[in-house]
T-cell receptor, first 115, second 113 residues
Framework: ETGVTQTPRHLVMGMTNKKSLKCEQH?????MYWYKQSAKKPLELMFV???????ENNSVPSRFSPECPNSSHLFLHLHTLQPEDSALYLC??????????????FGPGTRLTVL | DQQVKQNSPSLSVQEGRISILNCDYT??????FLWYKKYPAEGPTFLIS?????DKNEDGRFTVFLNKSAKHLSLHIVPSQPGDSAVYFC????????????FGPGTRLSVLP
C-alpha cells in the first residue's frame, strides 16, 4: 500500500452506534489530520496531530474522539452521532516542517451516513 | 462567514483553451496559498502553491497568480485537457508551514473535448 489509506470507504450507522474510522499513511510523515466535508461546504479541519500529539482541535464536538497511537495511524472514534454528521471524512498527512510549505497528502475519504 | 471563497461553483471550458479558476479571501494575514484538485472517489491532491511574497508561480500548464491588494488569486490552466476535469479547491494558511488551512468550497471544472 502506498500513500494514505482509509477504511472503511463507506459507513452507515445509527445514532446509538459506536464505530471507528481508520487512517494509515505509508509516507513516513509525522503529522496527520482529520477533515470533514459536508455537502456543498468547504473542507473543515477537525484535528491535527504532530508526532502523535494533538496540536489542533477546531471546536469539534466530543462525540468525535481522535486517537493517534503512532505517526502512521490515526483513528476517529464515533459515538452517538447526529444525522447532520453525515459527511465525507478525509484523513491527510504531511511532513511537519518549520520552513517550507506543508503539502498535505489526502486519503480517499470515508463516506459516513448517520441514520 | 467563509474566509476563502470560490464564487463559481462550476466552469466549462473547451479543450485546448485556457481555464481560469478564481479564489478570493478575506483575511489579509493569510501567508500561503495552495490549489488542490479532486477527482470523484479520491482524496484531494496537491497541485501548486504560492507564498505571499510572490505574485506568480508556474508549473508546466498550471500558473497561480496572487494579487494581495485585491485579496484574490487565480489558477490558470493552459492548454486545458479533458483529464483536468475535476473539482479544484483553493486553500489558505496563516503561516508558510501551515497546518491549519482554510479551504474554499471548490469549483468543478469540465473540459469539453
Amino acid at each position: 500500500e502506498t500513500g494514505v489509506t482509509q477504511t472503511p470507504r463507506h459507513l452507515v450507522m445509527g445514532m446509538t452506534n459506536k464505530k471507528s474510522l481508520k487512517c494509515e499513511q505509508h509516507l513516513g510523515h509525522n503529522a496527520m489530520y482529520w477533515y470533514k466535508q459536508s455537502a456543498k461546504k468547504p473542507l473543515e479541519l477537525m484535528f491535527v496531530y504532530n508526532f502523535k500529539e494533538q496540536t489542533e482541535n477546531n471546536s469539534v464536538p466530543s462525540r468525535f474522539s481522535p486517537e493517534c497511537p503512532n505517526s502512521s495511524h490515526l483513528f476517529l472514534h464515533l459515538h452517538t452521532l447526529q444525522p447532520e454528521d453525515s459527511a465525507l471524512y478525509l484523513c491527510a498527512s504531511s511532513q511537519d516542517r518549520t520552513v517550507g510549505y506543508n503539502e498535505q497528502f489526502f486519503g480517499p475519504g470515508t463516506r459516513l451516513t448517520v441514520l | 462567514d467563509q474566509q476563502v471563497k470560490q464564487n463559481s461553483p462550476s466552469l466549462s471550458v473547451q479543450e485546448g483553451r485556457i481555464s481560469i479558476l478564481n479564489c478570493d479571501y478575506t483575511n489579509s494575514m493569510f501567508d500561503y496559498f495552495l490549489w488542490y484538485k479532486k477527482y470523484p472517489a479520491e482524496g484531494p491532491t496537491f497541485l501548486i502553491s504560492i507564498s505571499s511574497i510572490k505574485d506568480k508561480n508556474e508549473d508546466g500548464r498550471f500558473t497561480v497568480f496572487l494579487n494581495k491588494s485585491a485579496k484574490h488569486l487565480s489558477l490558470h490552466i493552459v492548454p486545458s485537457q479533458p483529464g483536468d476535469s475535476a473539482v479544484y479547491f483553493c486553500a489558505a494558511s496563516l503561516d508558510n508551514y501551515g497546518q491549519n488551512f482554510v479551504f474554499g468550497p471548490g469549483t468543478r471544472l469540465s473540459v469539453l473535448p
